[in-house]
């Protein structure tokens, strides 16, 4: 008879050998999966996990692209980790990404052609505050009226998608783009764009921000006043209250900062790989982002990781894709097994396993 | 620049594994980067069915691989460029959103051809190829107009770009033409493949009375949708979507991209590929009429045949004036035919049709 026993305290070393289970229990699923698709196994496996770093045919060009796809992911759950451990619900980033970059953007359109060194700061401050405000919205409803800020991020979203499309089709349209939609690409446009910082790397100012905002997180949950008030409102609601947390500021400063970080990924995301305002720009970084978040458990390091293995499936994915033959769905399939796999092992982070015969009365 | 640079030495490393190509050892490798999934019965299930006509016509000489479902965006540039640092000597970018990435691409793969799909960016390497669908809408028009018992025709829109508006102005003034009375309802779904929300508008435009329903977007859903509500005729869209013949769907319009894609594959193979605008209708047969079914009264059926025979000798225009905007200004006089320029970049609609072009 196996038996679960709750643990007094979730078990340190499980929390962190479970991801590396998980992944292993993913590879060997996967693996029946595309065995059952007819592809060989361990071949569809390296190309996914080891091609993008390894292979000397794509990885010089892949393994910058890693960063490129992670950085957003990483910036976006960053600040959504601050909100869902004190049971603040933001589930609207990707309307925050989308508001960011159409505000960031359009200042820079404004500027148009004139070249000057400042141009670049002021797209992302306006995008920034373009996701912060987009959050004040659910934030201020939930702080004055006590509406549930999981249904109107969530509804914003698609507010947001409707402006992205009227943006992309009017006022930010490209002048000289033959009556087609979508903005001017800020490739051509130097003092707008958000280019490489280091040749060849990947590394553009998204990235630099996606690794500031962990150290920060990081520096905010270990050490400031205000990550012990959002752990303490997380963990014991009624104890924090009694202990001087002041709910309202706490629902504001959550939202509004994952907010302001939704919205410079946004921001560097239209700057630079998008290159323009499109009407289907936004491609679900503010979703994926919420299952990054509780891939890496909430925790800034682990999200850092996170974002980069969810990037690697991706891009590993794609190469799987077209270079084997796997059906898109079946990519799709495997990112969710690893999702399942890491909530699966969870048991055995705050359970013991015992075997043993139960007592018979 | 050290990225080109990198780039360009892997584009000699495939420069040199291609070389093998001159000698007829290796196959020509020919990428596909698809808007939605192969098995999605409409636009990108055509271009699908080019790449296997590829396969079939060549055979060993050729390898084809693709993707399907790539977002229009910062994600194509990377798939594109995957597919170039892969080995393709051919890549078929198949959705103009992939406009910007296929020539950013194309300009660090000199050696490696691209095709774009209904845009209007070409490069030394760059080609773009589009169907005149517009034909196909006149043929659909009349059908609408004839067929119509509330007058009152749905059109399910993708995205306001030219392509699009061209259809929706080819329909109606075919549909006018016969039926003085017609109406058009137009929704934008503001995607190319959904088949949630195409079914809601489809939904939305019959509640509204509307019995002929017109589509732009590539899933079944909304024949699906028309086949419930009874009474209701629909077109196939992009392929034929024969499996609701004879009722809803009456007829359709069919992407038949296969010539070209065998005959631009061969222009690589024997190394004579240029870059270059292609455009063709119903004539060549990149646009083709599907049956249409026992549900069209006889007269109109025979109606449609002959404006389908005139539009593919060329005898007839389906922009021909006199032809008004929708303000009420002049656009085309009598006899005066509409140029490629225009159509190419049209953003108006044509007098009578109400509503307003969203931007």
């Given at each position: 008879?196996?038996?679960?026993?709750?643990?007094?305290?979730?078990?340190?070393?499980?929390t962190?050998?479970t991801p590396?289970f998980a992944v292993?229990a993913t590879?060997?699923?996967?693996?029946?999966?595309?065995?059952?698709?007819?592809?060989?196994?361990?071949?569809?496996?390296?190309?996914?996990?080891?091609?993008?770093?390894?292979?000397?045919?794509?990885?010089?060009?892949?393994?910058?692209?890693?960063?490129?796809?992670?950085?957003?992911?990483?910036?976006?759950?960053?600040?959504?980790?601050?909100?869902?451990?004190?049971?603040?619900?933001?589930?609207?980033?990707?309307?925050?990404?989308?508001?960011?970059?159409?505000?960031?953007?359009?200042?820079?359109?404004?500027?148009?052609?004139?070249?000057?060194?400042?141009?670049?700061?002021?797209?992302?401050?306006?995008?920034?505050?373009?996701?912060?405000?987009?959050?004040?919205?659910?934030?201020?409803?939930?702080?004055?009226?006590?509406?549930?800020?999981?249904?109107?991020?969530?509804?914003?979203?698609?507010?947001?998608?409707?402006?992205?499309?009227?943006?992309?089709?009017?006022?930010?349209?490209?002048?000289?783009?033959?009556?087609?939609?979508?903005?001017?690409?800020?490739?051509?446009?130097?003092?707008?764009?958000?280019?490489?910082?280091?040749?060849?790397?990947?590394?553009?100012?998204?990235?630099?921000?996606?690794?500031?905002?962990?150290?920060?997180?990081?520096?905010?949950?270990?050490?400031?006043?205000?990550?012990?008030?959002?752990?303490?409102?997380?963990?014991?609601?009624?104890?924090?209250?009694?202990?001087?947390?002041?709910?309202?500021?706490?629902?504001?400063?959550?939202?509004?900062?994952?907010?302001?970080?939704?919205?410079?990924?946004?921001?560097?995301?239209?700057?630079?790989?998008?290159?323009?305002?499109?009407?289907?720009?936004?491609?679900?970084?503010?979703?994926?982002?919420i299952i990054?978040a509780f891939l890496g458990r909430l925790?800034?390091?682990?999200?850092?990781?996170a974002?980069?293995?969810?990037?690697?499936?991706?891009?590993?994915?794609?190469?799987?894709?077209?270079?084997?033959?796997?059906?898109?769905?079946?990519?799709?399939?495997?990112q969710g097994m690893l999702l399942f796999f890491l909530l699966a092992v969870d048991v055995l982070t705050n359970?013991?396993?015992?075997?043993?015969?139960?007592?018979?009365? | 620049?050290?990225?080109?640079?990198?780039?360009?030495?892997?584009?000699?490393?495939?420069?040199?594994?291609?070389?093998?190509?001159?000698?007829?050892?290796?196959?020509?490798?020919?990428?596909?980067?698809?808007?939605?999934?192969?098995?999605?019965?409409?636009?990108?299930?055509?271009?699908?069915?080019?790449?296997?006509?590829?396969?079939?016509?060549?055979?060993?000489?050729?390898?084809?691989?693709?993707?399907?479902?790539?977002?229009?965006?910062?994600?194509?540039?990377?798939?594109?460029?995957?597919?170039?640092?892969?080995?393709?000597?051919?890549?078929?970018?198949?959705?103009?959103?992939?406009?910007?990435?296929?020539?950013?691409?194309?300009?660090?793969?000199?050696?490696?051809?691209?095709?774009?799909?209904?845009?209007?960016?070409?490069?030394?390497?760059?080609?773009?190829?589009?169907?005149?669908?517009?034909?196909?809408?006149?043929?659909?028009?009349?059908?609408?107009?004839?067929?119509?018992?509330?007058?009152?025709?749905?059109?399910?829109?993708?995205?306001?770009?030219?392509?699009?508006?061209?259809?929706?102005?080819?329909?109606?003034?075919?549909?006018?033409?016969?039926?003085?009375?017609?109406?058009?309802?137009?929704?934008?779904?503001?995607?190319?493949?959904?088949?949630?929300?195409?079914?809601?508008?489809?939904?939305?435009?019959?509640?509204?009375?509307?019995?002929?329903?017109?589509?732009?977007?590539?899933?079944?859903?909304?024949?699906?949708?028309?086949?419930?509500?009874?009474?209701?005729?629909?077109?196939?869209?992009?392929?034929?979507?024969?499996?609701?013949?004879?009722?809803?769907?009456?007829?359709?319009?069919?992407?038949?991209?296969?010539?070209?894609?065998?005959?631009?594959?061969?222009?690589?193979?024997?190394?004579?590929?240029?870059?270059?605008?292609?455009?063709?209708?119903?004539?060549?047969?990149?646009?083709?009429?599907?049956?249409?079914?026992?549900?069209?009264?006889?007269?109109?059926?025979?109606?449609?045949?002959?404006?389908?025979?005139?539009?593919?000798?060329?005898?007839?225009?389906?922009?021909?004036?006199?032809?008004?905007?929708?303000?009420?200004?002049?656009?085309?006089?009598?006899?005066?035919?509409?140029?490629?320029?225009?159509?190419?970049?049209?953003?108006?609609?044509?007098?009578?049709?109400?509503?307003?072009?969203?931007?």
């Open positions: 008879m196996i038996v679960l026993e709750k643990r007094p305290q979730p078990s340190k070393l499980w962190a050998i590396v292993v590879m060997i699923a996967g693996g029946i999966m595309f065995a059952l698709l007819g592809k060989d196994p361990f071949e569809a496996i390296r190309t996914i996990f080891w091609d993008p770093l390894f292979n000397e045919q794509f990885a010089a060009f892949s393994r910058p692209q890693l960063l490129v796809k992670a950085a957003p992911l990483i910036l976006i759950a960053t600040g959504l980790a601050m909100g869902f451990r004190a049971g603040v619900w933001n589930i609207g980033a990707e309307g925050q990404y989308i508001i960011g970059a159409l505000s960031g953007a359009a200042v820079g359109l404004a500027f148009y052609p004139t070249e000057s060194f400042f141009i670049f700061p002021l797209m992302v401050i306006a995008g920034a505050l373009g996701g912060f405000l987009w959050a004040m919205i659910p934030g201020l409803l939930k702080v004055k009226f006590h509406t549930n800020e999981i249904l109107v991020s969530l509804l914003l979203v698609y507010v947001a998608e409707f402006i992205l499309a009227s943006m992309a089709l009017g006022a930010l349209r490209n002048p000289e783009g033959n009556g087609f939609p979508g903005s001017r690409n800020f490739k051509d446009y130097p003092s707008a764009f958000n280019a490489e910082l280091l040749p060849n790397t990947g590394l553009h100012w998204g990235v630099v921000a996606a690794i500031i905002a962990v150290i920060f997180a990081y520096v905010l949950f270990s050490k400031h006043m205000m990550g012990f008030h959002i752990r303490l409102a997380g963990q014991a609601p009624k104890a924090a209250r009694f202990g001087g947390v002041d709910p309202a500021r706490l629902i504001l400063f959550c939202l509004g900062t994952s907010g302001a970080l939704a919205g410079l990924a946004g921001l560097f995301e239209v700057s630079g790989p998008a290159g323009q305002v499109s009407i289907d720009f936004n491609v679900g970084y503010g979703f994926t982002a990054v925790n800034p390091f682990g999200i850092l990781l974002g980069l293995l969810m990037a690697l499936t991706y891009i590993g994915g794609e190469l799987a894709s077209f270079m084997l033959g796997v059906p898109t769905a079946a990519i799709q399939a495997f359970y013991r396993i015992r075997f043993g015969k139960r007592k018979v009365a | 620049m050290k990225r080109r640079t990198i780039l360009a030495g892997a584009v000699a490393a495939l420069a040199l594994t291609t070389g093998a190509f001159a000698d007829g050892h290796a196959k020509t490798k020919v990428g596909f980067i698809f808007v939605g999934p192969v098995g999605d019965g409409g636009w990108t299930y055509e271009h699908n069915q080019g790449r296997l006509a590829v396969e079939a016509e060549f055979g060993d000489k050729v390898e084809t691989i693709f993707q399907e479902s790539v977002p229009e965006g910062a994600d194509a540039e990377r798939v594109i460029t995957q597919m170039a640092l892969s080995g393709a000597d051919l890549i078929f970018t198949t959705s103009f959103g992939y406009m910007d990435p296929t020539n950013a691409v194309a300009a660090k793969f000199p050696n490696v051809k691209f095709e774009h799909a209904t845009g209007y960016k070409r490069a030394d390497n760059v080609s773009t190829y589009s169907a005149r669908f517009y034909e196909g809408r006149a043929v659909q028009g009349h059908i609408a107009g004839k067929m119509t018992k509330t007058n009152k025709v749905g059109y399910i829109a993708s995205f306001p770009i030219p392509e699009v508006i061209r259809g929706i102005n080819a329909a109606y003034i075919h549909a006018k033409k016969v039926n003085p009375d017609v109406e058009f309802s137009v929704v934008w779904a503001y995607t190319w493949f959904d088949p949630a929300k195409e079914a809601d508008a489809a939904t939305a435009l019959i509640e509204q009375g509307a019995d002929v329903i017109l589509q732009h977007t590539d899933s079944t859903a909304p024949q699906a949708a028309a086949q419930k509500a009874g009474n209701v005729i629909t077109f196939g869209q992009a392929s034929d979507m024969s499996e609701y013949a004879p009722m809803p769907r009456v007829s359709s319009i069919i992407d038949n991209w296969a010539p070209y894609y065998i005959e631009r594959v061969k222009a690589v193979m024997d190394g004579t590929w240029e870059s270059t605008d292609t455009w063709d209708g119903i004539g060549p047969g990149m646009v083709g009429i599907g049956e249409i079914s026992d549900a069209v009264p006889a007269d109109v059926k025979a109606e449609a045949l002959a404006l389908k025979d005139s539009l593919a000798d060329g005898s007839y225009h389906p922009f021909t004036g006199p032809l008004k905007k929708q303000d009420g200004s002049d656009w085309l006089a009598e006899g005066e035919t509409a140029d490629d320029g225009t159509l190419a970049g049209m953003n108006f609609y044509l007098e009578g049709i109400t509503g307003d072009i969203p931007n």
